[in-house]
């Protein structure tokens, strides 16, 4: 018999180009986050916990901030999320600041972060305090090179990992001081199924 080959790039993101409608999407089955949370709300935490984050060679990455609904209204990041393969880190910004160590992470270029539509964010975090952010990669970038329709987090989680993602609690207020369980699931799970779709990607680009 012979023994199947590996689908090349073209071939493995053939299905990945098709536009998925949303009823396609809310068939595929529900997927989440399952591993260890860490909520992050004082500085002195934030210290301890960075070197289990700076030792990770690739971090997912996402922010959430309370939503605003009026004209002119906005606020600042609520969240910072970070997850490596072994745990998600939640920062309660307005508890833990962006001290200089966890600035520094964000500004190591030997550190890849990873997110979808991440200027934003990173713009947003830089009225916190200020830093020079090095080694982030945009996966919605990606996507748009390899054609495909999809650029964010759940239409990518869809076409890519064939699962899909929650987005319930995207509305919710992200600056209470007491996040509830389904927020933090949530927060986790973004963070780390943006470092998965990355992952994918790579290995097919590695494949090509």
């Known amino acids: 018999m012979n023994k199947p080959t590996c689908p090349t790039l073209p071939e493995a993101t053939a299905a990945m180009r098709r536009r998925l409608s949303k009823d396609e999407i809310n068939a595929l ?65 307005k508890k833990t600041g962006l001290p200089q160590e966890l600035s520094a992470l964000l500004s190591d270029h030997t550190v890849a972060k990873v997110g979808v539509a991440i200027a934003d964010d990173l713009e947003n975090l830089q009225k916190i305090e200020s830093f020079q952010h090095g080694g982030f990669t945009d996966i919605a970038r990606i996507s748009k090179r390899l054609g495909l329709h999809h650029h964010g987090l759940r239409g ?25 369980q389904a927020q933090l699931q949530y927060a986790a799970t973004d963070a780390w199924v943006g470092r998965e779709i990355f992952i994918r990607l790579s290995e097919l680009q590695a494949a090509a």
């Open 29 to 93: 089955p529900l997927e989440r986050w399952q591993g260890p949370i860490q909520l992050v709300n004082s500085p002195q935490q934030c210290r301890e916990v960075l070197p289990r984050l700076s030792s990770s060679s690739l971090l997912g990455f996402d922010t959430e901030t309370r939503p605003a609904f009026r004209k002119g209204q906005s606020y600042p990041p609520s969240l910072l999320q970070l997850a490596t393969a072994e745990e998600v880190f939640l920062f309660q910004l």
């Open 156 to 180: 990518l989680a869809a076409a890519v990992l064939d699962f899909r993602i929650s987005k319930s609690a995207r509305t919710s207020n992200w600056a209470n001081d007491q996040l509830s």
